[in-house]
Every structure is written in structure tokens, then in C-alpha cells.
């Protein structure tokens, strides 16, 4: 999604940033326009705010917002039972997260009988009439029958129109409650881009609780019109976590103003706002609005001085999901990229110019947030699931940063770093660092980014690629003194790892021929009798790191993808005992059929692989027990992107699209479906 700065929206990478140094800063209206410094992140720790330093700090943002006129991407952070989501004793699957104790929306929810499936709202074409077709979005309830088959007994429908098509960004279940959270998109005719793109739109985002007792007629609880835009949610017990962010719109600003007079008319318009009009609120069901956050819930870095601005902030809201009408918001008016969360903390964090980084920890305890300090290091945490680069254990918490450096032998410096929470100065200490003086092998070969982080207990993995896949161990029993216990070296790499045991680690990625990268490939005549041709595609391995790491066995898709690659919820995972491990993981391939004249048709497939890891004293294996494969209109293609599955005891649902297919673990050949 892209979305304009300030005027039309927000960026999430570039959320907020605070100024307003001064808590007795005067606000200067029709008296000139004070010399005011570029928004930038500020790696300082935040201060609680006073009325005029936050109200000073805020406007400079959203006045020096108006000479900006790029557009950048909405970074998404991009995660139920007896309010967990990693539950071993359960039967059946639920959603991968990265923490015990801490739930993630995603777009399918299954409580062992009844199967709850998220869809988005779209705009689409009839292949008969050609007429516009818009789809509804909302959540399907089906209701497992006694042969297994799946009936829909119920519906949850969203709000759409042609112009405003509702998104779900994800949906939560526990003990009969579904949270439903949501936003709105607006859509635009070819003809009227140039001009209705400047435009601005709401920002509001949807909160919506069910009472699903009944799931043939779901009952609203509570609905929230929350303005601004998702980051991510969490939840944690009883408590829905929201971070959003918000930028204001104010009627009239002047965009790109070029005269003084211009510039000074969008001063004194932002300068005579009302601080309580450029704040966040939200609307129940009934119409009535609330303030989200008031300037004295926000924080502004303990820097920032008068010159000082940024023109969005980002606000963590939580919910008492037993009583709805209860909720809690602080703000941070700070650049912002993501957040990691525990069941006790919640930590936000930012990059400037992918050089320097600023964490910021705040504390969880039912609807309290509370701010306990901050750490700064040198790079940044890449883009793609960035969360998982964050690990808190035994009070330390561990992070992987990268930073980008001018050498031609070698981009790349990537560390691991350990941070102690320090009470009385409010700060993250650093304690340790990976690679130091004493251990200063480094993490990655010339020139290869990170793909993937994990941690699991005293453990991390870290996997660094350019043409091939150096898999790392990281032994962190001591916080105070990480080591690199092994690594392995092998063809292609893993872009998601999941920890099985202390011993084994499943990795997710595509297998890569190391010569593409080298410039020609090797011509197969000169192939030498050791070197085998590279079969590239998805790429399922298991790894042993129980010592030195090394690879087990590997399952390759030729020509494939999977979403799990940069999604970890579209991996399904059952651990039926210690010694036996069930995935299910959708992958995604176009193939090749000659047609007349020798020319190639391409179709694409989407199938559903099912995995058994077999753990034992002697032996462990990774198994490919079959596939499940649906029936699917050729007419109307979707890719695997939102694709998710369950697996209940030896019963498999596979959710391709808006259709249901079921099978079983032990006949995966015989599919029926959809529903």
C-alpha cells in the first residue's frame, strides 16, 4: 500500500518524531516563522511531555510536512486457546507466533470445531458481462460436521462500497470472543489518478468484538473506528494490544507552498489549531467520539529542542477484551519501524538513515504501558520480519542489527548486541556484542546480508546469504559472553527457521544455483564428477545443531516458492509427541506443458506439502508425506500468498483463496472441496 506523507497520510518507517525540548515553549502565531531543523530520528531515550514541548514539537512536524511531497510504503510489522498461541497438548494447530503467552492476528482461527477465515474486500471484473463485481469482506464461520466435511453457519460481514473496500488486517479468537480488526481503501479510476490522488482519505482503523457462543449469529460486543493506521496487534490474556500511527489533516494547508505569504498561512493555520483536533480519537457503534490520546499520555525524545518536529505519532492502545469500554493509549511522537512483543514488554524501534537504531521498551501489565528506557546501536534490522531479529530472555534481550559500509571487499558489518534493562537510569545497557575483541570471526562472508534470524531458548541461529547459506549457531547460556558455537556452509538459503527442539531446526527458503551470482554459470559439460547441476526452488530442509550444525535432509520444489518464506504464519505446525512433528506449508510453481507446434503452456499449481519430522535417539528425518492438491476454477487464478491450513490428529484443511478442502494426513490424495 502506498499513501502519502502528511497530507495524505503516514509512513510507518518514518512514524514520528519528537520535538518540543523546552517544557516552556511559547507557541508563535502571526509573528514569523522560526528557523526550524530537518525531521530526523532522534537515538535518544524518551521524556514524558509537557502540554507546550509536545504541542511545539508536533506542529513544527506537521509545518515542515508540507514541503514534503514523497511517497514511501506503509511498513507493516509484520504473527488460541486458553489465551496461548504455542500450545503443545492441544490436538490440532494454531497460529505460529514468535512468543509463548503472546497471540497474533492472522487472516484463519480453528478452536476444534468450528473455522473462522478472513477475506479482504475486492474489485473485480465478471469474465461473462465484464461489469465491475465488488466482493464484501468479512469472516466465514464453518462448523466441522461428523464426517469431517465443513458447513458455513455463519457470517461476518464488513462495510464496502465501489469507492471504500474493507481490508481485514487480521482476526483474533479466544474463549468464544473473535476480535475482528480492519481498515478501509480507497479506490481510484484510471482518469481520476492525477487529481484524486491528492486527495486526502480517512485513516481510521476498525476494532470490532464478537460474542461467538452463538457462531450461527455473532453478536457485535463493541466497534471501534480507531483513527489512524495499523503497525500490528498483539494479544496478550485479556488484553488487545494496537500500535498505530497517525498524521493529521488540517483544511486548507497549502501543499508545497512556495511564497512567504503561503508559508506563512500554513504556520499560522497549524500554529491556531487546537491540539485536541490533531490527536487521534475514537467512535463506537453508536457515534460517539473519544479522544485516543491526550498530549499528556505522549513521550518526546529527552533531545528535542524547540527547532525540533515531526508530524505523526504512534500510539499503542490496549483493550480489556472482557470489558471493551476499558482502554489505555500512550503515544510516542518519534520515527518509529516495528515492534517486538513479550507477555510483560513491548518494545518499539526505529532506523535513521539505516545507519543508527533507537529501541524503545515499555512495560505491559493488564492496560498499563509503561515506559522503562531505552538503547541505541549501530545499523539496522533489514525489512523483512524484522520482529524476529528481537529475542527477551531471563532480562536481557538480544537483537541482530545490520549496517551497510563503504568497502568494496565487504558491505556488510552485522552484529549480535545484548542489552541489560537498567531501572534507575531508564536505559537499555549494552553488555555484550558479537563479534568483539576476544571472538572477532565474523557473522556473515564478504558481502552477504542476513535472511533470517531465530532464537530458541540459550540459542540463536542467524543465516547470512550472496551465493550460498551460512547457517549460524550462536551459544547465548552466558548473555554476557555469546559464542559462535558452529556453522554450516550449504547451497542456497533460509529465509524463515523454525526451532523443533534444542537438537533440530527446520529452515524455509529457495535452493540457488552459487554460480548465478558469479557471473556465468558453469556450461554442464564442465560440471566436475563431484558437482551435480542445481535444482532451484522452494527449499525445505532440516538441520541438526545440537553441536555443530549440519544438514540433515532437504526437500527441493523445482521452480517454487512458499509464502512461509516471508510470512511464518502461512507454516503449519503440530507436534503430536517429542519424537513426532507434523507441517503443512503451501507452495506455489508455474509448469511447463508442450502444447501444438511445440510451443510451451504455462499453468500454474498450488498445492499444499506435508512434512513429518521424525525425532529419535538414533535417527532423525525429515519426511515428504504427500501433497494435497485442490480443484481450482483455471479461469479465476489466485496465488498462495494469504494460503493457510489446519491439521487436527490425522485431518487437514487446506484455505486456498476464499475455498475450503479437506483431506487427511494418512490419504492426502483424496481431497474434498471446496467449501
Known sequence: MFVKRSLLAVALFSLAGCNGDNDSATVIVDKGIPELNEMQLSLKGLKKSQNASFISHYKNGIYLSTFMGDVIALAEDSSSTSKSSNVDDRSYSTTITQENGVDEADRVKYDGNHLYIANDGYLDSSLETGDMITSQAGVRILSRQADDSLVTVGQIELASDEENLASINGIFLADNQLSVLSNNHTFYAYDQMRSDIWHPHPQQVNFSLYDVTSVSSPQ???????????????????????????????????????????????????????????????????????????????????????????????????????????????????????????????????????????????SLNGLSVDYQGSGNLQGNFGWGQSNLRFSERDGYLRVVSSLRVDDEVDRFDHRLHVFSHNVASQSLALVAQLPNEQQPAKLGKDNEDIYA???????????????????????????????????????????????????????????????????????????????????????????????????????????????????????????????????????????????????????????????????????????????????????????????????????????????????????????????
Open 220 to 362: 457485535q460486543q463493541v466497534s471501534y473506528d480507531i483513527d489512524g493506521f495499523m503497525i500490528s496487534s498483539r494479544r496478550v490474556d485479556d488484553t488487545l494490544i494496537l500500535v498505530t500511527s497517525y498524521t493529521p489533516f488540517i483544511e486548507g494547508l497549502i501543499a508545497f507552498p512556495q511564497t512567504d505569504e503561503d508559508k506563512q498561512k500554513n504556520y499560522d493555520l497549524i500554529q491556531n489549531t487546537d491540539v485536541t483536533d490533531l490527536l487521534p480519537k475514537y467512535t463506537d457503534a453508536a457515534g460517539s467520539t473519544n479522544a485516543l490520546v491526550s498530549a499528556e499520555q505522549c513521550f518526546i525524545p529527552e533531545d528535542a529542542t524547540s527547532r525540533d518536529g515531526y508530524d505523526a505519532i504512534v500510539t499503542v492502545t490496549t483493550i480489556n477484551l472482557d470489558d471493551p469500554s476499558q482502554l489505555n493509549s500512550v503515544c510516542v511522537n518519534a520515527s518509529m519501524q516495528g515492534i517486538y512483543a513479550t507477555p510483560n514488554s513491548v518494545y518499539i524501534y526505529g532506523t535513521k538513515d539505516e545507519q543508527e537504531s533507537v529501541i524503545h521498551k515499555f
Open 453 to 675: 534470524v531465530r532464537y530458541f531458548g540459550n540459542k540463536a541461529y542467524i543465516v547470512t546469504f550472496l551465493n550460498r547459506d551460512p547457517l549460524y549457531v550462536i551459544d547465548l547460556s552466558d548473555n554476557t559472553n555469546p559464542v559462535i558455537e558452529g556453522e554450516l556452509d550449504i547451497i542456497g538459503y533460509s529465509s524463515y527457521l523454525h526451532p523443533i527442539s534444542e537438537n533440530l531446526v527446520l529452515g524455509i527458503g529457495q535452493n540457488i544455483d552459487p554460480n548465478r551470482f558469479v557471473g556465468t554459470a558453469t556450461p554442464e559439460d564442465e560440471l566436475s564428477e563431484t558437482e551435480e547441476e542445481v535444482v532451484e526452488g522452494a527449499k525445505i530442509a532440516l538441520f541438526d545443531v545440537s553441536s555443530a550444525p549440519k544438514l540433515l535432509q532437504e526437500f527441493v520444489f523445482e521452480n517454487g516458492y512458499t509464502p512461509a518464506e516471508y510470512n511464518y504464519h502461512a507454516l503449519t505446525y503440530l507436534k503430536l509427541s517429542d519424537e513426532k512433528h507434523l507441517f503443512a506449508l503451501p507452495i506455489e510453481r508455474w509448469l511447463t506443458t508442450q502444447g501444438e507446434e511445440g510451443v510451451d503452456i504455462w499453468s500454474p499449481e498450488v498445492a499444499l506439502q506435508l512434512f513429518e519430522v521424525n525425532d529419535t535417539n538414533d535417527n532423525s528425518e525429515l519426511v515428504n508425506t504427500g501433497e494435497i492438491i485442490p480443484e481450482i476454477d483455471g479461469n479465476r487464478y489466485r496465488g498462495s500468498w494469504d494460503d493457510r491450513a489446519i491439521i487436527h490428529d490425522d485431518l487437514i484443511y487446506y484455505v486456498h483463496g476464499v475455498g475450503v478442502w479437506q483431506s487427511l494426513w494418512s490419504t492426502p490424495h483424496l481431497v474434498n472441496g471446496p467449501y
